[in-house]
């Protein structure tokens, strides 16, 4: 999973980002409302953690100006300001939740896991398909009952695939969210990744979709 960290303080930066790391998503951060704006409007996350008192472009204004333009990435929004005018202001913007500093990190990233499996229409963070079981909260994942041992990269693919079970999932898209936009693994890393990852949890359970990608079924 591919989650954009939009907070100016760098210290609550670099925490949240730890957290978020350590929990397997690939991280990404920016520190101003407007870089904000521009890359949640043209870049696919499958989250957003957005400050509200950000420099040049306010939170709450990136909020409306995302909702307005159609994007719906889910939004987790932080601020120090803790009234309940506030929370309601963020979410009548369009924001899925509300964080007031200071939080534990341990409930930002149960926060962030949750908008995001209620956007692809999950309601636990157990994902199963036929046989299969994802833990995505305690990254656990078992076939038939039995632990299967993933790394972080089959992981964030198995989990990725398994977020949007029923729906192919191109090749590029994949990668950009297992491995980052910014990194260019090899031209056949997927491929390798995705034979390695069938070998542990059962070869028909990642369908390959002729020239686009790959898919587990509902």
């Known amino acids: 999973m591919r989650a954009l960290v939009v907070e100016d303080e760098a210290q609550i930066a670099a925490e949240i980002c730890a957290h978020l790391t350590q929990a397997g998503y690939i991280v990404e951060t920016c520190a101003d409302g407007e870089e904000a704006w521009s890359r949640a409007g043209t870049e696919d996350f499958d989250g957003i953690i957005l400050d509200l008192g950000l420099p040049r472009l306010d939170g709450l204004s990136v909020v409306r100006q995302l909702r307005a333009a159609g994007v719906t990435t889910p939004i987790l929004v932080l601020t120090a300001r803790g009234t309940w ?86 090749q590029f898209e994949l990668g950009e969210h297992v491995y980052g936009a910014d990194q260019e693994p090899g031209s056949n890393a997927l491929e390798v990744l995705i034979a390695r990852l069938r070998k542990k949890i059962g070869g028909e359970l990642i369908e390959t979709q002729r020239g686009y990608g790959y898919l587990i079924r509902g």
């Open 85 to 170: 005018t506030e929370r309601v202001a963020g979410i009548d913007a369009g924001a899925d939740d509300y964080l007031p500093k200071p939080f534990q990190p341990e409930e930002l990233v149960a926060r962030l896991g949750a908008i995001i499996r209620r956007s692809t229409g999950h309601t636990t963070p157990t994902l199963e398909a036929g046989p299969l079981r994802v833990d995505t909260r305690r990254m656990m994942t078992t076939v038939n009952g039995a632990p299967v041992s993933l790394s972080l990269l089959e992981f964030r693919a198995l989990r990725y695939l398994i977020h949007n079970k029923g729906r192919p999932v191109s």
